[in-house]
């Protein structure tokens, strides 16, 4: 089996300010994916990639960058924190086909004061 | 558009009874349905799935039904207990690497 690490835990930043989230994964997966959790909604994915160097947008990659240093690690900055974007950010991993399992991460949760 | 979209939002079933949860999608081209189980303070985990070849997939208490036709699925919990008291996520992907998730039902199971 594997695992993914999300640090921190919870990241409280001031309105404004460049937050940077980190996933690790153990799973020797190609693909890896961040998402936001809102508070009673499902899942939006904010960046993926689908292998080392890679990067694809989501849904909701407007404020994010995301970055891929190597297979096993993804990046996740928020380039300007926002009041509304308090929410669980998750991570996960998989092998690259559609029909594969994502494996997630405990989440980073956001405070943004 | 929301390309999978579920209800109830919340739900509260006794224990012992059985949990219906349903889910629709919008893209023909989807042919693989996880059912993801999470638990507070923790990422979604995968409970069942299903392939669109098939309509039926069993795991103990778990069932997830698929219509093709109608573009639905459905998950049916027998025997609910309160330690399934989670939030469950249908999803939806189709040929590229990408997963549509649904908002999600709240299951509480009262003892």
């Known amino acids: 089996g594997g695992i993914i690490t999300q640090t921190p835990k919870f990241l409280i930043g001031q309105e404004g300010q460049k937050l940077t989230l980190k996933c690790q994964q153990n799973?020797?997966?190609?693909?890896m994916y961040w998402y936001r959790q809102d508070s009673g909604k499902g899942l939006r994915l904010i960046y993926y990639?689908?292998?080392?160097?890679?990067?694809q947008k989501g849904d909701l990659s407007e404020g994010y960058d995301a970055s891929r240093e190597k297979k096993s690690s993804f990046s996740l900055t928020v380039t300007s924190a926002q009041k509304n974007e308090m929410a669980v950010f998750l991570c996960a991993s998989s092998i690259p086909t559609g029909v594969a399992e994502q494996f997630f991460g405990p989440g980073t949760r956001l405070t943004v004061l | 558009q929301q390309q999978v979209r579920q209800s109830p939002q919340s739900l509260t079933v006794w224990e012992g009874g059985t949990t219906v949860l349903t889910c629709s999608y919008e893209?023909?081209?989807?042919?693989?349905f996880p059912w993801y189980q999470q638990f507070p303070g923790e990422g979604p985990a995968l409970l069942i799935s299903?392939?669109?070849?098939?309509d039926k997939k069993e795991d103990g208490r778990f069932t997830t039904f698929f219509n093709k036709r109608e573009k639905k699925l459905s998950l049916h919990i027998i025997d609910s207990q309160p330690g399934d008291s989670a939030t469950y996520f249908c999803a939806a992907s189709g040929s590229n690497n990408r997963i549509f998730f649904g908002d999600g039902t709240q299951l509480v199971v009262k003892p």
């Open positions: 299903i392939l669109s070849v098939s």
């Open positions: 799973f020797n997966h190609d693909t």
């Open positions: 990639s689908i292998t080392e160097n890679d990067l």
């Open positions: 893209d023909s081209t989807f042919n693989y």
